[in-house]
């Protein structure tokens, strides 16, 4: 049934481009949440519009995308058949698409520069592609490793809870699990789990971000990595047999932002 709506979204504004379908239009009443609005190209904001007219036509999956990002970005892109990427940077001036410039000094280099990514990859099957976000993330979880002897259970919100790992003898946590509508949550990295106050405060902050926004699935995973200069934030989710990921590298809000605001691409004649 997904597919069929998307076909018949497709034929009746092709000859138009630029028309933009009601996103709840794109809900089913099965269970399954596909609250992505069908957009052309030029109705993304720069430099979004310009990485999608690019990449539109590269593979043969829908490619999504945010609306809505910081002004003043400059993107580059990668692609193969089954995949795409486009990385965001934020540098001293606006740069055009794919300029050698992008990450490279003395013009707009480090990790300080760097925005964030959205990408997708196809795989064969929806179960492959379910593996596939559980290996990703494995090795963005590796908060605590051997060293977690002691876990709690606390309630912070409407029946959330959450679970702190950390070790006998201290009041930090190495890592902190919860779930919000279907999404996992794991939080690390130590830089806002310094107590169980702390971290009850961090956990609240990142629910509240979560209820503001229309998360792009209603199940998937969130990494959230607290460090010192901001939070390294991963939202991934699968969508049939195609894996999703929106990240930023220094603001879980604007993750969580990006994440709201994705949009799926009409193909480009």
Request: with cysteine; charged share 10%.
């Amino acid at each position: 049934m997904i597919r069929l709506f998307i076909v018949l979204i497709v034929t009746s504004t092709s000859s138009c481009g630029n028309l933009v379908s009601n996103p709840k239009q794109g809900q089913t009443t099965s269970g399954s949440k596909v609250p992505y609005q069908l957009i052309s190209t030029a109705l993304f904001p720069s430099p979004i519009s310009t990485a999608l007219s690019y990449l539109v036509g590269k593979n043969s999956f829908p490619i999504l995308a945010p609306s809505k990002i910081p002004t003043k970005l400059s993107a580059k892109t990668s692609y193969t058949q089954t995949s795409y990427k486009v990385s965001l940077y934020q540098c001293q001036s606006l740069l055009p698409l794919n300029s050698s410039k992008i990450g490279s000094p003395p013009w707009c280099s480090g990790l300080a520069h760097h925005f964030g990514n959205f990408s997708g990859t196809q795989y064969s099957t929806s179960v492959s592609a379910g593996h596939w976000l559980r290996v990703l993330n494995r090795h963005r979880t590796q908060f605590c490793g051997a060293i977690a002897t002691r876990s709690i259970k606390v309630g912070v919100s409407r029946g959330i809870h959450i679970v702190l790992s950390g070790t006998e003898g201290t009041t930090r946590y190495c890592e902190m699990t919860f779930y919000l509508n279907g999404w996992s949550v794991v939080i690390g990295g130590g830089a806002t789990l310094s107590s169980l106050s702390a971290a009850k405060h961090e956990a609240l902050r990142i629910i509240e971000f979560m209820r503001e926004v229309q998360m792009p699935q209603n199940h998937g995973e969130v990494i959230i990595q607290t460090v010192g200069d901001g939070d390294h934030a991963f939202v991934d989710w699968t969508y049939n047999s195609n894996l999703y990921s929106i990240s930023s590298y220094h603001s879980a809000n604007e993750a969580f932002s990006m994440a709201g605001s994705i949009a799926e691409t009409l193909p480009v004649s």
